[in-house]
């Protein structure tokens, strides 16, 4: 069974810092895009950003370009995704998430199968 937990969520204040860390078991995902999505309230859920499989290349959308970072660890099974420079926008459940298709990249989020139960950030101005 597969399973992604989140955890390093919480509260920082405009422009400071947190970092986030999925790990997730159940298979291996080293072919797999792996990524992170949030949804604040009343939004639609948005990927954010994806960590592509070795040589990782990676996608960040344009609202988190040069503040966050994703990153990944196939040894030990784990995504993170770096954020700096929080803003009050930022605030939203976070999710980490993989696609069931090896080799397969997309940034539609309603393409990617597996999530995690998500974890609260909360920006305050």
């Known amino acids: 069974q597969v399973r992604?937990?989140?955890?390093g969520g919480?509260?920082?204040?405009a422009g400071g810092s947190l970092r986030l860390s999925?790990?997730?078991?159940?298979?291996?995902?080293s072919s797999h895009a792996m990524g992170?999505?949030?949804q604040a309230p009343g939004k639609e859920r948005e990927l954010v950003a994806v960590a592509l499989w070795?040589?990782?290349s990676t996608y960040h959308d344009d609202s988190v370009k040069g503040r966050f970072t994703i990153s990944r660890d196939d040894a030990k099974n784990m995504v993170y995704l770096q954020m700096n420079n929080l803003k009050p926008e930022d605030t939203a459940v976070y999710y980490c998430t993989a696609h069931s298709e090896p080799w397969k990249f997309t940034t539609e989020v309603n393409e990617y199968t597996y999530w995690g139960q998500g974890t609260q950030v909360t920006v305050s101005s």
Do not use: D, H, K
Not at 4 to 7: A, F, H, I, P, Q
Not at 10 to 13: E, F
């Open 36 to 38: 992170w999505a949030r």
């Open 54 to 56: 070795s040589p990782v």
């Open 4 to 7: 992604l937990v989140e955890s």
């Open 22 to 29: 999925c790990a997730a078991s159940g298979r291996t995902f």
């Open 10 to 13: 919480g509260l920082a204040q």
